[in-house]
């Protein structure tokens, strides 16, 4: 780890010494001819004597600004370019520092959609209630949309799981839920390009037209058509990791004077290997006879995901539009294979006996949405709209198990065996309008929200008696039904230094949760208000300030409320709980940017009663379950630190780094202690570096580095652990085909152990997933494809907690 603290400190002190001791610095500011900023702009200074020779380069923030430090004293040509405007050219002498003040750059008069777009750098802006990370036309743009969240400040891969500040995120495109089980959401995310995104938002305080529900909000904003036409592309991508496996998709855009059309399908078989060793030490009272327990644990996973997406517009005039979008996602004949090999040793380190567990599972699901939404833009600038939505889930799972056991000397004594059948089926339907319109220099949104939540489950054990003998209540039927009223109005206003925003949405909830084997109902109704406030200060254009605060709500995930248990073998197993209740946060943040490059983020989290998955060991009868259940405490504090900037003409870099502090209390179920403070102080920084590596743009490249020190999970402390990753884009035949290749966590650093050790528990393991890989990808356009497909939008709602 010592090399990973030396390449951070490295790379940190080379961006901040590159600036600290300049000679002169040049700055200016762009503006167009009705003295509007020109934003993302390349600026170049050339040499004098030949006008060819590149000296230093960068490109324009987003109010027009631009600066170079460390120039030497001499003539200079400064160049400007852009894509729609004339370059312009200027022969400027540094003797000392110098201000150019406004540079008016005027419109081509050449049409846009003749012009060649070359990959730009991605930039990062602060808005009043977000960050926004701009990667349309960058060196991005070659992947798929789950890399681009990979390289997003302040986000993190954590388990497979996306996440920000520790906690889990929303995730929106075109500002509808994309809400879907974790696994889908990685696919239909890696099964799109990221050729079709514009920017991704960062939202740490959603403002009130969000649901209160959930933590931090990722929102993607696609991209929208600038002309007529059709244009298609075919892609494939072959992943070696420990096993290989490989992707195939195509999308096809047609947009029309009135219909716009958008259609993408990926076939994605994969197989994947898991292994875990772990250990744990039951303790014994009064030291009666210590166990130990070390486990070594093979999951083989074999799938073949259809991933599908329709999506019509239909403009009846430039102000009314009907939009129908579906997302069909089929994983049939999913199959686990897990080997379970566990070795049992006294206090004195002998072994007593051994146990092996074959399981197979079998698992078929679907996951179709629905929408259909209206939109009207209304004169003044307003607009207002519709939408419905219904999403059906559906999923079974068939499971055997067998243990056998056999003692010190190997010889077998005792075969415990069981099998599983489960069904869950979810149907959701919500209903919600929108609307949007300035009152003077104000601008108002108001809204309403309802959603309905049906889940029928069940699983049956059968071939069971000798588990039954351990354990009560196996087979169950758990209803669940739930629904939610919401309304919300929002403000906001901004003076020539002053921004405001505020919100206020009230969310009724009843719910109902039946199990009938145990012959249990839990209901609830409650009303919550949430509300939001934003104040924003610019005291220049190179100072600004925001301090937030909102009010969230976090309900627990459909599988947590049903009672179950799965089994990975008869003393490891997996529990549900019907009386989870839902969580109020507080969230305050205060934001500082320094000329458009620096950002500071001190924040402070609450979670109050959040739910979460604990592992806890009986030391009595010898096994360990992880069980949902409502913390007693929750709360996050730290500093985040984002710098961007060009480090020469041909080299981008982005830092973002996080000084955080993180802790809960819950209750200690299988300990003497009532409760249990589980606390972290962690560092975690992630540098972004991308190249240009030929002068026509058509080679370029990118370095990604992460480092954390400390992280939590529950009850759960992660050891320190860091990826290293590199990729090469290729575009060939006049940008119509590309070819990339991708090499992932290249010294295998990214999987680390988790350990809980408190009280008498004292469990620990270290899963090793196939992060290490390398992906060679092929892209190929047809139609024309240098235009920008129609907006897109995969509408859905109230899914995520699938």
Do not use: C
């Amino acid at each position: 780890m010592k090399k990973n603290y030396a390449y951070f400190l490295l790379t940190l002190l080379f961006i901040i010494t590159t600036q600290a001791f300049s000679q002169h610095s040049v700055r200016g500011k762009l503006i167009d001819e009705n003295l509007q900023p020109v934003a993302f702009a390349n600026v170049i200074l050339l040499s004098a004597q030949d006008s060819v020779s590149v000296y230093k380069g960068t490109v324009s923030e987003e109010n027009g600004a631009f600066e170079f430090q460390n120039v030497n004293e001499d003539k200079y040509l400064l160049k400007t370019s852009f894509v729609g405007f004339e370059d312009h050219h200027e022969i400027i002498d540094v003797s000392k520092d110098l201000d150019l003040y406004r540079i008016e750059i005027r419109v081509s008069s050449s049409e846009l959609d003749e012009v060649t777009i070359q990959a730009r750098k991605p930039t990062i802006t602060r808005s009043i209630d977000r960050i926004t990370f701009d990667v349309e036309n960058s060196t991005l743009s070659s992947g798929n949309s789950w890399d681009v969240l990979k390289q997003t400040p302040g986000v993190i891969i954590n388990q497979g799981q996306l996440q920000v500040r520790n906690g889990g995120v929303t995730v929106y495109i075109n500002d509808r839920k994309v809400q879907l089980t974790a696994d889908e959401l990685t696919s239909l995310l890696q099964s799109y390009s990221a050729e079709n995104l514009k920017s991704v938002e960062v939202i740490t305080n959603p403002p009130a037209r969000y649901d209160a529900e959930g933590g931090a909000i990722i929102n993607i904003n696609t991209t929208k058509a600038l002309n007529p036409g059709y244009k298609g592309s075919l892609e494939g991508n072959y992943t070696q990791g420990i096993v290989p496996k490989y992707q195939i998709g195509t999308s096809h855009y047609w947009k029309g004077e009135k219909l716009n059309f958008f259609a993408n399908y990926s076939f994605s078989p994969r197989k994947e290997i898991k292994r875990d060793d772990s250990y744990i030490n039951f303790i014994s009272p009064l030291n009666a006879g210590n166990s130990h327990w070390e486990t070594d644990f093979e999951r083989v996973t074999r799938s073949r995901a259809h991933n599908a997406n329709v999506m019509l517009d239909y403009d009846f005039d430039e102000k009314n539009r009907l939009s129908f979008s579906s997302n069909l996602m089929v994983s049939p004949n999913k199959t686990f294979d897990n080997r379970v090999n566990t070795e049992i040793e006294n206090a004195q380190q002998r072994l007593q006996s051994s146990l092996f567990t074959e399981s197979e599972l079998e698992n078929d699901e679907s996951n179709i949405a629905l929408n259909l939404g209206y939109t009207h833009s209304m004169d003044n600038g307003g607009s207002f709209s519709s939408n419905l939505h219904y999403t059906r889930f559906d999923q079974d799972r068939m499971q055997m198990v067998e243990t056998d056991y056999f003692n010190a000397a190997g010889d077998p004594f005792q075969t415990i065996s069981f099998n599983t059948d489960a069904a869950q089926e979810i149907d959701i339907v919500t209903a919600q309008i929108d609307f949007n319109s300035p009152l003077g220099s104000t601008n108002f949104d108001a809204g309403a929200k309802l959603s309905t939540i049906n889940s029928s489950s069940g699983i049956d054990f059968s071939n069971a008696e000798s588990l039954e003998d351990l354990y009560e209540n196996l087979s169950d039927d758990f209803r669940y039904d739930e629904m939610v009223y919401a309304a919300y109005a929002n403000i906001s206003k901004d003076w020539e230094s002053w921004s405001i925003q505020a919100g206020l949405r009230g969310e009724y909830t009843d719910l109902e949760g039946h199990s009938l084997s145990m012959d249990e109902v839990n209901s609830q109704e409650y009303f919550e208000l949430f509300p939001t406030a934003y104040l924003q200060y610019r005291a220049s254009d190179d100072h600004s300030f925001t301090l937030d605060y909102s009010r969230r709500i976090e309900r627990p995930r459909y599988e947590s409320l049903n009672p179950f248990r799965y089994f990975l073998n008869e003393n490891d197993f997996n529990a549900g709980n019907p009386n989870l209740k839902a969580a109020i946060s507080d969230n305050f943040n205060l934001n500082y940017t320094l000329k458009g490059s620096y950002f500071f983020d001190v924040y402070y989290r609450d979670y109050g009663n959040s739910p979460a998955t604990l592992a806890f060991q009986n030391n009595d009868r010898q096994f360990i379950r992880r069980v949902s259940m409502n913390l007693l405490e929750d709360k996050t504090y730290g500093l985040d630190i984002t710098h961007v900037r060009m480090l020469t003409d041909w080299w981008y870099a982005q830092l973002y780094a996080s000084i955080f502090h993180e802790e809960n209390r819950f209750a200690a179920l299988e300990s003497e202690i009532e409760t249990h403070t589980n606390e972290v102080d962690g560092v975690l920084a992630q540098l972004y570096n991308s190249f240009t590596l030929t002068k026509d743009g058509s080679l370029t490249g990118t370095l990604t580095y992460l480092y954390v020190s400390d992280y939590m999970s529950g009850s759960y402390n992660f050891e320190p652990f860091s990826t290293l990753s590199i990729g090469l884009r290729k575009t060939l035949w006049n940008n119509r085909a590309e070819l990339s290749l991708n090499v992932n966590d290249i010294f295998d650093q990214t999987n680390t152990r988790l350990t809980s050790r408190y009280a008498n528990q004292d469990n620990s393991f270290f899963a090793r997933e196939e992060m290490r890989y390398v992906r060679l990808g092929f892209k190929y356009n047809f139609g024309n494809f240098r235009l920008e497909d129609n907006q897109r939008s995969i509408e859905a709602a109230e899914r995520d907690r699938l």
